[in-house]
């Protein structure tokens, strides 16, 4: 109730924050379609209006398989800068909504709602550090899930019955690490500038783990039944017009994620994770 209650104070105004940033992934979604479409032959168009039609058979219908065999993927050098282009604007665009939302909402939770400039303001002095930071997170993931699997692999080489031990401990190990992420990934977006996320999110965690797990599962409940919502809206959008479906489908997204990141502000509050001075008002960006 609580996120929901910071969302309904601050929808409008965040609109406004968010406005920008989902132009530049409307862009980035107009751009990667038309180079996508100007790679095929024939266009996206065609094939999508082939393809859904309700009598489409290429088991069955020989012209409907000639169809498949005769679509042609070109990417050249105007697609591949399509692909670049269209692809920067849609990261930098998801970056620019996440964390100017995370950092609007925050202000709105401490009472000092910022205004649209100043939350930009504070969203582009922490990208760097973010981006940079998230890189690493997902570097050394990665390289864990890699390990992970080669030590299973060798396990199971030695005895098959070993995954039986080796599955369960992997699901049990990321259902602990769960809130802990959480909370270093909001912490890294709110906290002060300086501070370490991880040694932070494990300092505030791992006394109150289930209570706080039962708070992130509250709220990925409720984020699952909105999305089966908003999918069951967006279908006859995207069925109707492949333009209408792209722009209902970032709009739904961010709908979305407003909830999700309402939702991780109130619980990291709750969590008494510490709020970067300047988002409550209390010293000058």
């Given at each position: 109730p609580d996120s929901f209650s910071l969302l309904g104070r601050c929808w409008r105004d965040l609109v406004v924050v968010v406005v920008p940033a989902a132009l530049l992934l409307v862009v980035g979604a107009v751009v990667l379609y038309l180079a996508f479409d100007a790679a095929l032959s024939p266009g996206v168009g065609e094939i999508l209006a082939r393809i859904t039609d309700p009598g489409f058979d290429p088991d069955n219908n020989r012209a409907d398989d000639r169809f498949i065999n005769s679509i042609e993927f070109n990417l050249g050098p105007a697609g591949i800068v399509g692909w670049v282009v269209g692809g920067v604007a849609l990261l930098f665009g998801t970056i620019l909504v996440s964390v100017s939302m995370f950092i609007h909402l925050a202000s709105v939770n401490a009472g000092y709602p910022l205004s649209v400039a100043l939350t930009y303001r504070h969203t582009l002095r922490r990208i760097p550090r973010i981006v940079g930071i998230y890189l690493l997170w997902g570097l050394g993931a990665s390289v864990g899930i890699v390990s992970v699997l080669v030590v299973a692999v060798l396990l199971a080489w030695v005895s098959p019955l070993t995954l039986i031990l080796i599955f369960p401990a992997a699901i049990a190990a990321l259902i602990f690490l769960w809130p802990f992420g959480h909370i270093a990934f909001t912490m890294l977006v709110l906290a002060p500038r300086g501070t370490p996320p991880l040694r932070g999110a494990v300092a505030l965690v791992r006394h109150r783990?289930?209570?706080?797990?039962?708070?992130?599962?509250?709220?990925?409940?409720?984020?699952?039944?909105?999305?089966?919502?908003?999918?069951?809206?967006?279908?006859?959008?995207?069925?109707?017009?492949?333009?209408?479906?792209?722009?209902?489908?970032?709009?739904?997204?961010?709908?979305?994620?407003?909830i999700s990141v309402s939702g991780s502000v109130v619980i990291y509050d709750w969590a008494d994770g510490p709020l970067d001075p300047a988002l409550r008002g209390e010293e000058s960006a």
């Open positions: 783990w289930a209570p706080i797990a039962g708070r992130i599962f509250a709220l990925n409940v409720v984020l699952i039944a909105v999305s089966i919502g908003l999918n069951i809206v967006g279908t006859p959008l995207g069925l109707a017009s492949i333009w209408a479906g792209i722009l209902g489908a970032i709009l739904f997204q961010v709908i979305q994620y407003a």
